[in-house]
């Protein structure tokens, strides 16, 4: 799926099939690494703090929110925001 049909997918929201959703969190999981679930989980849609706590979560470690070459470990909590 090209750039362009993934902006077009993500603009139509709730109206995305079910097909489509899952073309599209395929194509959001190669750009990012996060895990396919988590991205229809979230509507396709994450934040930066979400994406810091997420994408290494199966190792139980976050990234820095600034520098993502920063790891700490991941207290396996389900909190939204960082405590740092």
Request: no cysteine; proline share 2%; charged share 30%.
């Amino acid at each position: 799926m090209h750039g362009f049909r993934s902006r077009a997918a993500l603009l139509k929201g709730d109206a995305l099939t079910d097909e489509e959703r899952a073309a599209v969190a395929a194509k959001v999981h190669e750009y990012t690494g996060l895990p396919v679930d988590y991205l229809k989980d979230a509507n396709l849609r994450v934040s930066e703090i979400a994406f810091a706590h997420e994408l290494l979560r199966a190792q139980r470690k976050k990234i820095g929110r600034l520098d993502g070459a920063l790891r700490g470990p991941h207290d396996g909590s389900l909190q939204k925001y960082a405590d740092y």
